[in-house]
């Protein structure tokens, strides 16, 4: 029997392969050419044990969210998981952190395209890019899914490439690899915020909850296997850079890997992996414009945000007024600002989003589908610990803006807008 989507509901047509590769599309682009050098800066080798705490972190959020996503199979993510073991608030706080967040480590993605494809002119391309892949998701998330498909093929081909070239040549030094005495705590925990941010795509998965097929056994197999493969590309990657260039050089890099293959001796792969960079934040661009739509579909349809968001077009069956409206907000930031410090402050938002999503878990009954109660609760302390842990600036100006979506939240309730129909 095939599945009609009923008037205003989106069409179920990903499976476990579409599902993981939209994850991996943004992991990988996120991170691997984003994140090893400013980890490197705070942890030096120690970025190594940031790695494993990020990704022990990851793995509860997984968990926590594969088991919510199963039980509430809807588009919003934790905004829906909030919403309905927490209470309205919780909800919004938690679609608030993601779609503000997001919305900045979109331009940011766009500006790393610019700064990789036309480097005198980074925020011409960065819009151009914006408004290429709002026009490929408002085609329809199928075609999203096959090309980020493609791209998280070619960005894996040329991170195995450097691996193998950094760790066959004679340029590695394992004592490159021992954490060193001006490694901190502090720098590991900073480090394995930075890092969390890479590993963070999983939660596009999530959000296309009302897109997937059985998304009862879908999203839970998916999760786990996009986060499993992207810890493997990370810590292989990670190991042939640090291992050929060493913490200082390494966290002094503005384009690591190319300066790996570089050091390793293989020049002829650095145009590669520079063009690879550019298709890795293409695939994150696209895949965070895909999950933010939805999440601001969610709440759109809430009255959390303004209701003409959540009309779904009835031939495409996808959230066309809110993917317009989140790609014209994006193509403004990313042409008209620097969005460097807005990464931290995504990271602090994403990490509130998931402890969120953690202390919805909590609530699951056994008959629910609920994990083992430390898996939440590691999940919880590790978020909070890893955002508290990140560069003051992110700090301050993310609980501000937290603090502001509060705000609006309470002053809509008080006069009656953005209250949950009943009927």
Do not use: Q
């Amino acid at each position: 029997m095939s599945e009609s989507p009923a008037e205003g509901e989106l069409r179920r047509r990903l499976g476990v392969p579409d599902a993981v590769v939209i994850g991996l599309g943004s992991m990988i682009g996120a991170g691997v050419f984003a994140a090893l050098a400013p980890a490197a800066r705070a942890a030096g080798a120690g970025l190594l044990i940031g790695l494993g705490v990020a990704a022990v972190v990851a793995y509860c959020n997984a968990t926590s969210s594969a088991r919510l996503a199963a039980r509430h199979p809807t588009s919003g993510g934790t905004y829906v998981y909030g919403r309905e073991r927490l209470g309205d608030f919780w909800g919004y706080l938690a679609g608030w952190a993601f779609v503000v967040g997001k919305t900045a480590s979109c331009a940011a993605m766009a500006l790393t395209v610019g700064s990789y494809v036309w480097e005198a002119h980074p925020h011409a391309v960065a819009v151009a890019a914006v408004v290429l892949l709002t026009a490929v998701n408002y085609a329809g998330v199928e075609k999203a899914a096959w090309l980020t498909r493609v791209i998280v093929a070619v960005v894996l081909a040329v991170l195995a490439a450097v691996a193998v070239a950094c760790l066959t040549s004679g340029a590695p030094d394992v004592g490159r690899l021992d954490i060193g005495s001006g490694t901190s705590p502090g720098g590991v925990l900073e480090a394995a915020g930075l890092l969390f941010f890479a590993f963070a795509g999983y939660a596009r998965i999530a959000t296309l909850g009302e897109e997937v097929r059985d998304p009862a056994r879908t999203i839970p197999r998916a999760i786990p296997l996009a986060l499993g493969i992207a810890l493997a590309v990370y810590a292989a990657v990670a190991v042939a850079a640090l291992a050929t260039l060493g913490a200082a050089d390494l966290g002094a890099a503005t384009a690591p890997l190319a300066d790996a293959v570089e050091r390793a001796g293989v020049p002829a792969l650095t145009p590669v992996v520079r063009t690879a960079a550019a298709i890795a934040a293409l695939g994150s661009l696209l895949a965070l414009i895909l999950g933010v739509s939805r999440t601001t579909l969610a709440m759109a349809r809430d009255r959390h945000l303004p209701h003409a968001l959540a009309a779904v077009h009835p031939r495409r069956k996808v959230p066309h007024r809110a993917e317009l409206a989140i790609g014209a907000v994006v193509a403004v930031l990313a042409a008209t600002t620097d969005v460097r410090g807005a990464i931290g402050f995504s990271s602090f938002g994403v990490l509130v989003y998931y402890a969120i999503a953690n202390a919805s878990a909590w609530t699951l009954a056994p008959d629910e589908g609920r994990p083992p109660r430390v898996i939440p609760a590691l999940g919880l302390v590790g978020c909070l610990v890893l955002a508290f842990a990140l560069p003051f600036s992110s700090v301050t100006s993310g609980a501000a803006v937290l603090a502001a979506g509060a705000a609006l939240y309470g002053l809509r309730r008080a006069a009656g807008h953005g209250v949950r129909p009943t009927g």
